[in-house]
């Protein structure tokens, strides 16, 4: 699995759950649509959390770089209905940021012959 990571806050005034319903429906779209396999909301608890780090954390797994390059394919194809459902997240959020994980170690790795 690859799991994409966005960590973000929301921009003063917008309603938590408000966020969550939105990611809810643009995700889910794209997971009943095949190009995501699932995905996480979370949120730092109690305050704690890594200085500087949004609050909220979002996990979007997919089963390998083709299937996430074919969700950024829709995405950015900038069209309806996923471009009102990106916008409606996306327009929520600030302080955005994005990392890409991998499981490890992966399923082809071989034990052994490696050289450094």
Same mark, same amino acid.
């Given at each position: ?8 806050? &929301?921009?003063? %005034? ?13 995700? !889910?779209?794209? +997971?009943? #649509? ?11 608890? &109690?305050?704690? %959390? ?13 089963? !390998?770089?083709? +299937?996430? #390059? ?47």
């Amino acid at each position: 699995m690859d799991i994409y990571h966005i960590f973000c806050d &929301l921009k003063p %005034g917008v309603r938590d759950l408000d966020f969550t319903d939105n990611v809810h429906a643009y995700l !889910g779209r794209l +997971q009943s #649509d095949g190009l995501i396999e699932a995905y996480r909301i979370t949120r730092r608890k &109690l305050g704690l %959390g890594i200085a500087g780090m949004p609050e909220f954390h979002l996990w979007i797994e997919t089963t !390998g770089m083709g +299937q996430l #390059d074919a969700a950024f394919q829709t995405v950015s194809s900038r069209a309806d209905p996923v471009e009102g459902l990106h916008h409606a997240v996306n327009s929520l959020v600030e302080n955005a940021t994005f990392g890409l994980y991998r499981d490890f170690p992966d399923t082809q790795r071989n034990r052994g012959d490696e050289r450094f």
